[in-house]
């Protein structure tokens, strides 16, 4: 494998550190659907700054107050695709994120960005998140920087359904974590 610095195309991050920084989004697209609010504080900066969305600021715990305030009663779906991730100095990288997400709500008199739409329930939106990642002191990688931008959102209007309770899993929030403990155990035994 070509390591990153021999790499003919400038900002090219080794498979590992791009697999690290893939894991980190996939871990906010979780915590959001799955309103777990530690989880998605972990995956920032404490002094993350954030734009493009109705709770702008700066600072972590003020962005995951502002978001679990905001989709406390929505369901939500989210979705992060393409990724393009570069490393522009040794210790930042940024990347963008092609994104989709389907909110929804039961309050009829929910005004969304500013727009009344009469028997509006949600929204279907398209855009992109672009990020920058900085190293902490501990090696690990935070989200420094999130704006998102929109390309289109779609208003879903029309008679809110409640769905059905569908016989299908629960979402399994250690699905993963047992790996990652048995990866560490491994290489634990290996160090020796």
């Known amino acids: 494998m070509q390591s990153a610095e021999n ?39 404490a002094d993350a700054r954030f734009e493009g969305f109705t709770f702008d600021g700066r600072g972590a715990d003020d962005f995951v107050r502002g978001v679990s305030e905001w989709l406390r009663d929505m369901r939500t779906v989210h979705h992060g695709m393409m990724p393009d991730i570069r490393r522009v100095s040794p210790a930042r990288i940024r990347g963008r994120w092609a994104m989709s997400d389907y909110l929804t709500w039961r309050d009829r008199d929910f005004v969304y960005k500013g727009f009344e739409i009469p028997g509006m329930y949600g929204v279907r939106g398209y855009g992109f998140y672009d990020e920058e990642y900085a190293q902490q002191d501990d090696g690990r990688w935070k989200i420094s920087f999130m ?7 779609d208003p879903l209007v ?10 299908v899993p629960a979402v399994d929030r250690n699905w993963l974590e047992p790996a990652w403990t048995e990866q560490v155990r491994a290489l634990n035994e290996i160090a020796g």
């Open 7 to 45: 790499s003919p195309l400038p900002g090219v991050l080794d498979a590992d550190l791009y697999q690290e920084i893939c894991r980190l989004k996939s871990d906010y697209f979780f915590a959001l659907d799955t309103k777990d609010w530690d989880r998605l504080r972990g995956v920032f900066h």
């Open 158 to 167: 029309g008679d809110y359904i409640d769905p059905p309770r569908y016989n």
């Open 147 to 153: 704006r998102l931008t929109r390309l289109w959102i």
